[in-house]
Structures are given as structure tokens and as C-alpha cells.
């Protein structure tokens, strides 16, 4: 029997960066909408005014790639994480560290800096 996508993400627990952005929601729509993953933990960098888990429920219910699931209890299966890419040890608490090391079986990175104009240096640390 060969690798079956359905097969490896049954029951599976995800951390996926970069879900606010385009690939990563395009990524986490597919994830809940095709797969029986049990629980997909998104990393969110905390904004000054919001906190990650209501950045999570805006990015859920406003974003048009979303539209499909609005309403259907597996949403409940996204969790935020608050942290920063460009942060040690991706500005995780150690709480939530020690929580991913145990449930996490699959990464999906799509965390990605797409500013055209920054200086060389600047992307090399990205």
C-alpha cells in the first residue's frame, strides 16, 4: 500500500506557520476540509491591540478562502499559538513548547517575508 495524505493526517496533530498568510490559510482550509486531522496548531505573531486567539477567529470567519467551513464545528480544531519567526526558539512559551513537542507529529511551514525592497542582510536572518 503505498502513502495515502488521507492515511498519514487521520487523527494527526499539525503545527502550521504562516497560516494568516495566502499559502498557509490555502494549506489549513485543505487540511480541514479534506483530512480527519485531530488538531492544527497555527503559530500567530501577537499583535500590540490583539491577542492570537482573536486574530485566529477574524482569520476563520472573514477570510474568503474560509467561506466553505464557516459554521462547521471543525474549526474548533485550529489552536493559535503565539509566537515570532524571527524569535529564539520562535518566541514560544515554554508551556506551549512542551505541549508541541508531545502532540505535534506533522510540520507545515509556510511562514515566508515577501518583502520585495529588503535589504540583503535582513532577508538572510528571515
Known amino acids: 500500500m503505498g ?3 488521507q492515511r498519514h493526517f487521520r ?12 499559502v498557509g490559510i490555502l ?3 485543505k487540511l480541514l ?3 480527519d486531522v485531530a488538531r492544527v496548531y497555527v503559530l500567530l505573531r501577537p499583535k500590540r491591540n490583539e491577542d492570537v ?3 485566529l477567529r477574524k482569520m476563520l470567519h472573514e ?3 474560509m467561506h466553505l467551513l464557516r459554521g462547521n464545528p471543525v ?7 503565539a509566537g515570532n519567526m524571527l524569535a529564539t526558539d520562535l518566541g514560544i512559551s515554554l508551556e506551549d513548547r512542551r505541549r508541541l ?3 505535534v507529529d506533522t510540520v507545515i511551514h509556510c511562514a515566508a517575508d515577501i518583502r520585495l525592497e529588503a535589504g540583503i542582510k535582513e532577508l538572510l536572518q528571515a
Open 27 to 29: 494549506c489549513l482550509e
Open 3 to 5: 502513502y495515502s495524505i
Open 53 to 55: 486567539a482573536t486574530q
Open 11 to 22: 487523527n494527526g496533530t499539525v503545527l502550521l506557520t504562516g497560516a494568516s498568510g495566502y
Open 75 to 81: 474549526l474548533e480544531k485550529v489552536v493559535p499559538i
Open 33 to 35: 476540509r479534506t483530512t
Open 63 to 65: 477570510c474568503s478562502v
Open 101 to 103: 513537542q508531545r502532540e
